[in-house]
């Protein structure tokens, strides 16, 4: 990988994705300790609902300190930002929205076409973040795959296209909306051979799970007029 | 007799012929268990023969489909069918394009490729398609013929030797992978957590659910699967650019000659023995049978040097073991409801859904769907051997679809089955949340399968363990005064400490990376 040794001061990162697995860890551990600090833990006797749940989460924090330990004293493989920069942005887009949100409901507005605000202004925020990148592709393609982004980014956008349509317009629309976003996460994609595949496979998709294995399944809603 | 009168059982609940409705025809009457287990079989192979689509992935991807099965026993038998059709498409791929499947057929990658390399492609093919079917014959009896008497044992386990024996299970489990057994446990206690999630079995409270209302029947088994394994392994492999060394040979003979299966019949004989017995191992055993094999007959061979340059011993005897350790690995399963690797477990998952808890008492509950289970495992071999071989040319054209057509499809396919499971949305967004997860997991150097283990195990363990407590009155030496729980813990301690030990640990390293 590609930064193996990081100075820091006296000490030496010597495998910075032990290090970083271990911190992640004691992050998941704390933030599992908080959700659950209501729960009443009881006793060996007679358990309450939250003492295996702590119990682990010690034994996790412990094996976590371990692997901080480890990236400290061993040399081990090293980290790189494309390799995480893909969560940490979701993660970022996640607050921003919170953010918007709040303050939105604060100012009156408990919900949008029927979401919570939050939700809208997740899918906004990561529509504009899309169509950005998207553009990167066009322009610049190789820092955007050098960039970690364009995988998670569109395959992610893929599936919140899915299940914001499934419901609402129908499989017509939900899947070629999956296949085409989701395609743009691989550089060999070519356009027009996605499009048509995008339409082929839906149609596949519908003679066989809407009528050959009946599942309840909506595949074209227009309200008022049509529900196939 | 025992046995033939339970194997009869199950071959009658195969073989059960039932009126079906179709449309334009009327009723019908259809053997629909065998139809059931050939569509398995079929579509397992199709989706499993795709490069960079295992067999954890091929079965969380077709796992929604079976949950619309009404009947437990037909879900379960296309699930076992999937399940040898995903497997026999990763040695398929394996041998033609050098890809594993899993880390059972690494091995065939080795002589089978090298074999399709000289032309000889249709007879590795076909080689390891008789040795599979031999294998999972002789895997069917030792199954039927193991099966009673473990369930007998396991019938005198109270909660504290169940406990015992899962914590054995999940270390056996740790042991027996590849990679680091730190960030292994590491990973099965997050497993362990995610279980957590949801109502608490005792007391009626919330537990980690943040108040959010979806979350109160716990994480859902088959979002979480898809999530981690089908779309986190998607994104693994957009990473990498296509490198497919499809071979452009011609495939050849399917059928070996005299020689072939002269030079075939001892390896086939032993990697089976060696398969079957590793196999029943509670920790993941079945991996070590094709490495097993392949050492042996190694070391055993008159001209070692042949090997790794298209021996066909090096495919008839791992493609036997793995076939066999594949098979004999549901006995742990089926006898204790312990699964002891990751594919094991999603059919936990599945008979969960189905309404059924593995454990020793659906044996004696259903007897009907246990035998038929195993019968089906008989059949599923039996169609492999017929559907495969003729076949072939299809398998090659699904190997030359580029990923970037690929990939799309995949994720459609499961997206429909991912919102047909419960009809919701929210679960497709559940997904791809736990595919970023396990897609930062792989970057951070963890392997998942361990996870899901720990997660299909939880609840049973915090039931049994907590049970054990209060029958004891929260002592903890209950553990070591039983003398089964005693020895199954000090079993896995040792083979905890082994594994930590630095001398154990270089072997084991070498052992997967031969």
Same mark, same amino acid.
């Given at each position: 990988?590609?930064?193996?040794?990081?100075?820091?001061?006296?000490?030496?990162?010597?495998?910075?994705?032990?290090?970083?697995?271990?911190?992640?860890?004691?992050?998941?551990?704390?933030?599992?300790?908080?959700?659950?600090?209501?729960?009443?833990?009881?006793?060996?006797?007679?358990?309450?609902?939250?003492?295996?749940?702590?119990?682990?989460?010690?034994?996790?924090?412990?094996?976590?300190?371990?692997?901080?330990?480890?990236?400290?004293?061993?040399?081990?493989?090293?980290?790189?930002?494309?390799?995480?920069?893909?969560?940490?942005?979701?993660?970022?887009?996640?607050?921003?929205?919170?953010?918007?949100?709040?303050?939105?409901?604060?100012?009156?507005?408990?919900?949008?076409?029927?979401?919570?605000?939050?939700?809208?202004?997740?899918?906004?925020?990561?529509?504009?973040?899309?169509?950005?990148?998207?553009?990167?592709?066009?322009?610049?393609?190789?820092?955007?795959?050098?960039?970690?982004?364009? /995988? %998670?980014?569109?395959?992610?956008?893929?599936?919140?296209?899915?299940?914001?349509?499934?419901?609402?317009?129908?499989?017509?629309?939900?899947?070629?909306?999956?296949?085409?976003?989701?395609?743009?996460?691989?550089?060999?994609?070519?356009?027009?051979?996605?499009?048509?595949?995008?339409?082929?496979?839906?149609?596949?998709?519908?003679?066989?799970?809407?009528?050959?294995?009946?599942?309840?399944?909506?595949?074209?809603?227009?309200?008022?007029?049509?529900?196939? | 007799?025992?046995?033939?009168?339970?194997?009869?059982?199950?071959?009658?609940?195969?073989?059960?012929?039932?009126?079906?409705?179709?449309?334009?025809?009327?009723?019908?009457?259809?053997?629909?268990?065998?139809?059931?287990?050939?569509?398995?079989?079929?579509?397992?192979?199709?989706?499993?023969?795709?490069?960079?689509?295992?067999?954890?992935?091929?079965?969380?991807?077709?796992?929604?489909?079976?949950?619309?099965?009404?009947?437990?026993?037909?879900?379960?038998?296309?699930?076992?069918?999937?399940?040898?059709?995903?497997?026999?498409?990763?040695?398929?791929?394996?041998?033609?394009?050098?890809?594993?499947?899993?880390?059972?057929?690494?091995?065939?990658?080795?002589?089978?490729?090298?074999?399709?390399?000289?032309?000889?492609?249709?007879?590795?093919?076909?080689?390891?398609?008789?040795?599979?079917?031999?294998?999972?014959?002789?895997?069917?009896?030792?199954?039927?013929?193991?099966?009673?008497?473990?369930?007998?044992?396991?019938?005198?386990?109270?909660?504290?030797?169940?406990?015992?024996?899962?914590?054995?299970?999940?270390?056996?489990?740790?042991?027996?992978?590849?990679?680091?057994?730190?960030?292994?446990?590491?990973?099965?206690?997050?497993?362990?957590?995610?279980?957590?999630?949801?109502?608490?079995?005792?007391?009626?409270?919330?537990?980690?659910?943040?108040?959010?209302?979806?979350?109160?029947?716990?994480?859902?088994?088959?979002?979480?699967?898809?999530?981690?394994?089908?779309?986190?392994?998607?994104?693994?492999?957009?990473?990498?650019?296509?490198? $497919?060394?499809?071979?452009?040979?011609?495939?050849?003979?399917?059928?070996?000659?005299?020689?072939?299966?002269?030079?075939?019949?001892?390896?086939?004989?032993?990697?089976?023995?060696?398969?079957?017995?590793?196999?029943?191992?509670?920790?993941?055993?079945?991996?070590?049978?094709?490495?097993?094999?392949?050492?042996?007959?190694?070391?055993?061979?008159?001209?070692?040097?042949?090997?790794?340059?298209?021996?066909?011993?090096?495919?008839?005897?791992?493609?036997?073991?793995?076939?066999?350790?594949?098979?004999?690995?549901?006995?742990?399963?089926?006898?204790? /409801?312990?699964?002891?690797?990751?594919?094991?477990?999603?059919?936990?998952?599945?008979?969960?859904?189905?309404?059924?808890?593995?454990?020793?008492?659906?044996?004696?509950?259903?007897?009907?769907?246990?035998?038929?289970?195993?019968?089906?495992?008989?059949?599923?071999?039996?169609?492999?051997?017929?559907?495969?071989?003729?076949?072939?040319?299809?398998?090659?054209?699904?190997?030359?679809? %580029?990923?970037?057509?690929?990939?799309?499809?995949?994720?459609?396919?499961?997206?429909?089955?991912?919102?047909?499971?419960?009809?919701?949305?929210?679960?497709?967004?559940?997904?791809?949340?736990?595919?970023?997860? /396990?897609?930062?997991?792989?970057?951070?150097?963890?392997? %998942?399968?361990?996870?899901?283990?720990?997660?299909?195990?939880?609840?049973?363990?915090?039931?049994?363990?907590?049970?054990?407590?209060?029958?004891?009155?929260?002592?903890?030496?209950?553990?070591?005064?039983?003398?089964?729980?005693?020895?199954?813990?000090?079993?896995?301690?040792?083979?905890?400490?082994?594994?930590?030990?630095?001398?154990?640990?270089?072997? $084991?390293?070498?052992?997967?990376?031969?």
């Amino acid at each position: 990988m590609k930064t193996p040794k990081v100075e820091m001061g006296a000490i030496r990162v010597r495998g910075a994705q032990n290090l970083v697995a271990g911190l992640s860890l004691l992050g998941l551990a704390a933030f599992a300790a908080w959700a659950a600090s209501d729960l009443p833990l009881g006793r060996l006797g007679s358990m309450g609902p939250g003492m295996v749940p702590y119990a682990i989460m010690g034994l996790i924090a412990l094996f976590a300190l371990g692997l901080v330990a480890n990236g400290f004293l061993k040399d081990g493989e090293g980290v790189a930002l494309a390799d995480y920069s893909a969560v940490i942005l979701v993660a970022a887009i996640g607050v921003v929205a919170l953010v918007a949100g709040a303050s939105l409901k604060a100012a009156g507005i408990a919900q949008l076409w029927g979401y919570p605000p939050s939700v809208v202004a997740f899918c906004a925020v990561y529509l504009l973040v899309m169509v950005w990148l998207a553009i990167q592709a066009v322009r610049r393609p190789t820092w955007l795959d050098r960039s970690g982004l364009r /995988g %998670p980014i569109f395959v992610v956008g893929g599936l919140l296209a899915f299940a914001l349509t499934v419901r609402t317009v129908g499989l017509v629309l939900a899947g070629p909306l999956l296949a085409v976003i989701s395609g743009a996460a691989s550089s060999e994609t070519r356009l027009k051979e996605l499009l048509i595949f995008a339409v082929a496979i839906t149609a596949v998709c519908i003679v066989m799970f809407k009528y050959a294995l009946k599942l309840p399944m909506p595949v074209l809603i227009i309200p008022g007029v049509i529900y196939l | 007799m025992d046995m033939l009168a339970n194997l009869g059982l199950g071959f009658s609940t195969i073989l059960n012929i039932v009126p079906v409705e179709l449309p334009g025809i009327g009723a019908v009457p259809l053997p629909m268990n065998i139809i059931l287990c050939f569509i398995g079989c079929l579509v397992g192979t199709l989706i499993g023969v795709l490069p960079g689509v295992g067999p954890i992935a091929t079965i969380t991807m077709l796992l929604p489909i079976t949950f619309q099965l009404g009947n437990p026993t037909g879900a379960l038998v296309m699930l076992a069918g999937i399940y040898y059709g995903a497997q026999y498409g990763g040695s398929t791929t394996a041998i033609l394009v050098n890809i594993p499947g899993e880390a059972t057929s690494v091995v065939t990658t080795l002589d089978g490729h090298e074999m399709a390399k000289q032309g000889r492609a249709g007879v590795a093919l076909g080689i390891s398609a008789i040795g599979s079917f031999f294998a999972g014959c002789v895997a069917t009896v030792v199954i039927a013929a193991l099966a009673a008497p473990l369930t007998g044992v396991a019938l005198l386990f109270g909660p504290a030797e169940y406990f015992a024996l899962m914590v054995m299970g999940l270390i056996f489990a740790v042991v027996l992978a590849r990679g680091s057994v730190a960030k292994a446990v590491t990973m099965i206690l997050v497993g362990l957590l995610l279980s957590t999630i949801g109502t608490d079995l005792e007391t009626g409270q919330e537990r980690l659910t943040f108040g959010f209302a979806p979350l109160s029947d716990g994480v859902d088994f088959a979002v979480l699967a898809m999530g981690v394994f089908g779309f986190a392994e998607v994104l693994r492999n957009l990473e990498v650019s296509e490198n $497919r060394d499809v071979v452009n040979k011609p495939i050849g003979r399917l059928l070996p000659s005299l020689d072939d299966l002269k030079a075939s019949v001892a390896p086939v004989l032993r990697g089976t023995a060696l398969g079957a017995s590793l196999g029943i191992l509670p920790g993941n055993g079945a991996v070590l049978g094709p490495f097993a094999s392949y050492t042996l007959e190694k070391k055993i061979a008159k001209d070692p040097r042949r090997f790794g340059r298209g021996a066909i011993e090096g495919v008839a005897g791992p493609e036997s073991a793995n076939n066999a350790g594949a098979q004999t690995s549901f006995i742990p399963l089926l006898t204790l /409801g312990i699964p002891p690797n990751a594919v094991m477990a999603l059919m936990v998952g599945a008979m969960t859904i189905q309404g059924i808890i593995p454990g020793p008492q659906v044996m004696t509950r259903n007897p009907d769907l246990f035998w038929g289970m195993i019968a089906s495992m008989w059949i599923g071999n039996l169609m492999l051997l017929i559907i495969n071989l003729p076949l072939i040319g299809l398998w090659v054209r699904l190997l030359k679809v %580029p990923y970037r057509l690929m990939f799309p499809a995949i994720l459609v396919f499961s997206c429909i089955g991912i919102y047909s499971v419960n009809n919701s949305p929210a679960d497709v967004v559940f997904t791809a949340v736990f595919a970023l997860f /396990g897609y930062s997991l792989i970057k951070l150097g963890f392997e %998942p399968a361990p996870m899901l283990l720990g997660f299909v195990l939880g609840k049973l363990m915090e039931e049994n363990l907590r049970r054990a407590l209060i029958i004891s009155r929260g002592d903890m030496v209950t553990f070591l005064e039983k003398p089964i729980s005693a020895t199954l813990l000090a079993i896995a301690a040792v083979m905890l400490c082994l594994a930590l030990l630095p001398s154990v640990r270089k072997s $084991r390293d070498e052992v997967f990376t031969e």
